[in-house]
């Protein structure tokens, strides 16, 4: 039978234990009519993973396969259409569920593979049956590994840069917390639309790896005055954010008034400083906008696929 890693369990409350990893035998996928069995060839780590084995993820469940990224070849598919199409066919997986077709937002409680309760799937086992809908081409530059390394953090980053931060060349953006796999991918998608990037670490490494990557300057947020040293950093034609992409919350809003041009956006991905985030009435008159950009949704899935591929020709 073929193999695959689950969570076991273990006593202790959220964020007190941590869930043990086991290698489990699974039945070989029967898949629905539209659906194919993808052979995985490599599958990935996220940090949900490693909140998933804390008990500090929504959902999170001993029993079903680990991780929503993976890279494989499709070696059955159901229907002679999916055949022709797909059969033989190295592909990337759509981490997510449930946000099929409207832009604004889920048409029902949107999930993510990988070691939940609701979706009782996940990639890091010898065979996945999925949607053929759920399935792009893998790009031919990429190594397996590579690929394996990319979807959720990059459609992630994809839609906090492209769709909520609206960043268009010649614009000013600030990436926070760079380091991270969102934002370093943020980093690329903003310079590829042309932007001029600037970032904020609490690492000086890290800042000079992104100035290497080619973000413009960055500063050190654990720095008295962090944001006036970066209006210093702002040009003279253009001495303003357009827009702030953001992955740790708290109190971002408030920190970025001083930044932000009127009508700025600022382009939520995640919570680290905790769920709340503030704000305020001065944010409201300058016309700031906060969008909360969610896990990523399928409808992104090609868009993003055809920019990746464009990358081996960069």
């Known amino acids: 039978m073929p193999k695959a890693i689950v969570m076991g369990e273990a006593l202790g409350g959220p964020g007190e234990t941590y869930w043990p990893l086991k290698i489990t035998e699974v039945p070989f996928p029967k898949p629905r009519a539209d659906e194919v069995v993808v052979k995985v060839s490599c599958a990935s780590l996220n940090h949900r993973d490693l909140f998933a084995r ?46 099929e077709s409207d832009p604004k937002g889920p048409e029902s409680d949107m999930s993510i593979l990988g070691g939940t309760v609701k979706l009782k799937n996940g990639c890091c086992q010898e065979y996945i049956a999925v949607s053929a809908a759920e399935i792009e081409p893998c790009p031919a530059h990429l190594s397996d590994s590579e690929a394996a390394a990319i979807p959720l953090a990059a459609l992630t980053a994809w839609r906090a840069t492209i769709v909520k931060a609206e960043v268009q060349p010649g614009h000013n953006v600030l990436i926070t917390g760079i380091g ?40 050190n947020y654990k720095n008295v005055g962090w944001s ?32 932000l041009r009127a009508g700025g956006i600022i382009a939520s991905y995640g919570m680290t400083l905790g769920p709340k985030v503030t704000f305020s009435m001065p944010a409201v008159m300058k016309n700031i906008e906060v969008c909360f950009n969610p896990s990523p949704p399928s409808i992104s899935f090609f868009d993003w696929t055809l920019t990746l591929g464009s990358w081996a020709d960069t």
Do not use: H
């Open 54 to 99: 804390q008990k500090l993820y929504r959902g999170a469940t001993p029993g079903v396969p680990i991780m929503a990224d993976a890279v494989g070849v499709v070696v059955f598919a159901a229907s002679e259409e999916n055949k022709k199409q797909w059969l033989g066919k190295r592909v990337l997986l759509a981490p997510a569920r449930g946000w």
């Open 180 to 219: 991270g796999g969102v934002a370093l991918f943020c980093l690329q998608f903003a310079l590829l639309r042309g932007a001029s990037v600037y970032v904020s670490s609490g690492s000086e490494d890290k800042i000079s790896k992104a100035k290497a990557l080619g973000a413009t300057a960055g500063v």
């Open 228 to 259: 006036e040293q970066l209006l210093d950093l702002l040009p003279s034609k253009r001495p303003y954010l357009d827009s702030i992409i953001d992955g740790a919350g708290g109190d971002v809003v408030w920190r970025s008034l001083s930044l």
